[in-house]
């Protein structure tokens, strides 16, 4: 974007200044200022009615005649901030203005251009200020137009990077939007080196310090503004003005308090969302998952945002429930609805967190929390509806393990403050095969007075060395995750070797021979279950096999009377045609049902 106002070098190459042979003898340096106005003068004291940015035409007739008046007079011309002073040969000065004169306007840096051609001022003053009207028209049609994009982006609910992409192209500058602890959120380097742009961010940036909600700082060629709504400050939005001989123009200052408003108003929309630091987080995490930006891009962003991962060993972790639904009744294997067993109410499970994203925004806090209390440093983000990842940066492979063992310890903490600990609600059965003041939980049958599990799976995957492999560590944590979820143990962190077979059918659950296999051990009893919905026997085999095939355990987990487990453990023999006494039969039954979990795992 070219300034509103024409500078003294445009203005000697308009045609009616050519004419008149123009000469510059002194203030080279400052061509570049901008000429806001044309005033003709024949008065010494001319200096007192001027505002500054003007070019003054004069003939000299009424200058002073001794060196300390020109003198003077150039000063007082340069204090009140001319454009520069253009003086025409042959009525005052013939061959050329006074030595003494020049060398003023030289230490000044003050063009002084001498006529050596009569011409007429007013050609001059109609070409300039036609100049200047046009580039007026011009500021007002960017200005429309930036209106125009700022509310549009508004509407749509814009995200700060989309922001920032379309300031930067109306501006032609980098831009940059930064927290007030001077760590970078988005930015758009306009065509320049993003490198070069936030390198040593923090430092740079605590240096620029204009005065003023809106300003310019001439010191470090940034123009800032600030970013925040309803009273409540949190970030700078910053522009580059490339020239440094000029402030920018008022335009330039109308788009970045627009893109500022912008990106207000898009953080009030979102106040219940995630905030923008963890929105950052959350795209490059999927950016190294999914391979939508390029490595070094994402290395660059997370430095920017204070997370550095070159050079450092990487582990990724994936954090999650172990039940999908916060009621509990996820993995359950009652063979009924559970809420038709409890008469269409829903009981919520002390142990689980609260319903839907507020849940999971919960749990990504938790992880936040639990990286800072470890003294750790990662990106974190939930990865989907139910996980959230992390992946740390450690300074060695050695840091690995106390490193995971400080993170889980933290996560722990971070969950019993959030959600103190309550006693687990016992289901008794009515049946009279059930030995009294034996409590069920949903999944297996566990004594009153026994710990209940975590709510939530730590897992890990395998260190790696550059921010390449990332992908493999991140993708290896979350199939652990999710193959941890039914083990019976309660171990702080999951590791590949802890998961076994189910880790190893979460590794295939791609691999159409295993799906085939899973249709050709439980098929039969899918489409039964499809065909009956309130009997789910399905869920009956399911607790049968987990309590290693002992009908009374199985009866107690499935909350059945033991003939009611027996009669339909018949029915499933006969629709599998299986021998459900048969030790290898039922192992290739749980080796489907494993197999099945891992294939539906989303």
Not at 200 to 213: C, F, K, L, T
Not at 384 to 392: I, P, T
Not at 408 to 432: C, G, I, Q, W
Not at 545 to 550: A, F, I, M, P
Request: hydrophobic share 40%.
């Amino acid at each position: 974007m070219s300034p509103v106002f024409p500078t003294v070098r445009e203005v000697l190459d308009l045609v009616p200044v050519r004419n008149g042979a123009p000469r510059l003898v002194a203030g080279t340096a400052g061509l570049d200022r901008p000429v806001r106005w044309v005033h003709i003068a024949e008065v010494p004291d001319i200096a007192t009615l001027l505002g500054g940015g003007e070019l003054v035409l004069t003939t000299g007739i009424g200058l002073p005649g001794d060196d300390a008046g020109l003198r003077e007079f150039i000063g007082a011309l340069a204090d009140v901030g001319v454009s520069g002073l253009a003086v025409e040969l042959g009525r005052r000065y013939v061959s050329g203005v006074p030595r003494v004169m020049a060398a003023a306007a030289e230490r000044r840096r003050l063009p002084l251009i001498e006529l050596r051609r009569g011409t007429p001022f007013v050609r001059i003053t109609e070409a300039v200020h036609a100049l200047i009207v046009d580039a007026q028209l011009t500021e007002l049609r960017a200005t429309e137009e930036i209106h125009q994009r700022f509310t549009e982006l508004s509407v749509e609910g814009a995200e700060p990077g989309e922001v920032l992409r379309q300031a930067a192209e109306l501006a032609g500058c980098p831009m940059v939007l930064e927290n007030l602890s001077r760590q970078v959120l988005a930015y758009d380097p306009a065509g320049e080196n993003a490198q070069l742009l936030l390198d040593g961010w923090e430092r740079h940036s605590r240096q620029i310090r204009p005065a003023g909600r809106t300003a310019y700082d001439p010191d470090s060629g940034w123009l800032v503004t600030t970013v925040g709504a309803r009273g409540q400050d949190w970030g700078r939005l910053l522009l580059r003005w490339p020239v440094t001989e000029s402030t920018p123009p008022t335009r330039l200052t109308i788009l970045i308090e627009r893109a500022a408003s912008t990106l207000a108003l898009g953080r009030l929309i979102r106040r219940d969302a995630e905030g923008l630091e963890r929105q950052i987080h959350r795209t490059l995490l999927t950016a190294l998952i999914d391979h939508t930006r390029p490595v070094d891009e994402v290395a660059l962003r997370a430095k920017a945002l204070g997370v550095v991962l070159d050079r450092r060993h990487l582990v990724g972790v994936v954090v999650r429930y172990r039940a999908d639904e916060p009621s509990g009744d996820a993995g359950t294997p009652d063979d009924e609805p559970a809420a038709a067993r409890r008469g269409g109410r829903r009981d919520t499970d002390p142990e689980g967190p609260e319903a839907g994203p507020a849940r999971l925004r919960d749990l990504a806090e938790a992880v936040s929390q639990a990286v800072r209390d470890a003294k750790l440093t990662a990106l974190t983000s939930p990865l989907d509806d139910q996980a959230v990842g992390a992946l740390l940066a450690l300074p060695d492979p050695a840091a690995e393990e106390k490193a995971l063992s400080a993170f889980a310890a933290a996560l722990r903490r971070v969950r019993l403050d959030a959600a103190p600990a309550r006693p687990p609600a016992s289901r008794l059965s009515e049946s009279p095969d059930r030995p009294a003041g034996r409590a069920v939980t949903s999944g297996s049958a566990r004594p009153a007075d026994a710990p209940p599990r975590a709510a939530i799976v730590v897992a890990a995957g395998s260190g790696v060395g550059s921010l390449r492999e990332a992908r493999r560590s991140l993708i290896e944590a979350r199939q652990v995750a999710e193959a941890a979820r039914r083990d019976p143990r309660d171990l702080p962190c999951y590791r590949l070797p802890h998961v076994g077979l189910a880790g190893l059918l979460h590794l295939l659950r791609d691999e159409p021979r295993l799906q085939t296999f899973v249709e050709r051990e439980l098929g039969p009893l899918l489409a039964y279950d499809a065909q009956h919905p309130r009997e789910q026997l399905l869920g009956t085999l399911r607790a049968y096999l987990e309590q290693g095939r002992n009908k009374s355990a199985g009866a107690a987990a499935a909350h059945l009377s033991r003939p009611a487990f027996y009669e339909r453990l018949a029915r499933i023999g006969r629709i599998l045609d299986a021998d459900l006494d048969s030790v290898d039969r039922c192992l290739s039954l749980h080796v489907a049902l494993l197999a099945l979990d891992a294939i539906r795992t989303p």
